[in-house]
């Protein structure tokens, strides 16, 4: 059975850090693509960063490009999501989610729908 779960969520102030961490079971992880996506309350969900199968190759969305950096650890089946000076519109449900599409030179995917299996997200809420 394929599990990822989400943890490190919280409240911060604008400004503040928090390390997000994505746990994975059930899959041999080092050949997925894993990827963090967020939505926001009344939004789609949308693509924040992603590493390739080796965390060679990580791709950003403009918005979170400079502030937040994916790392993933193969040895211990977990990719994390550090992110700082965060903003109030970084407030959303983070969801890591792991693919078999693999990266084309330098880019790996940023389509939800390349993504097969999910966690169950974690809270980031960031205050003013």
């Known amino acids: 059975q394929v599990q990822l779960v989400e943890s490190g969520g919280g409240l911060v102030h604008a400004g503040g850090s928090l390390r997000l961490s994505c746990a994975t079971s059930?899959?041999?992880?080092?050949?997925?693509?894993i990827g963090w996506f967020r939505q926001a309350p009344g939004k789609e969900r949308e693509f924040v960063a992603t590493?390739?199968?080796?965390?060679?190759?990580?791709n950003y969305a403009d918005s979170v490009k400079d502030r937040f950096t994916i790392s993933r650890d193969n040895a211990k089946n977990t990719v994390s999501l550090q992110m700082n000076s965060l903003e109030t519109v970084d407030t959303a449900v983070y969801y890591c989610?792991?693919?078999?599409?693999?990266?084309?030179?330098?880019?790996?995917?940023?389509?939800?729908?390349?993504?097969?299996?999910w966690g169950k997200g974690t809270q980031v809420s960031v205050s003013s």
């Open positions: 590493t390739s199968v080796s965390g060679g190759d990580k």
């Open positions: 989610g792991a693919s078999r599409v693999g990266c084309t030179g330098y880019v790996c995917s940023k389509r939800r729908a390349d993504y097969e299996y």
């Open positions: 059930g899959v041999t992880f080092s050949t997925y693509t």
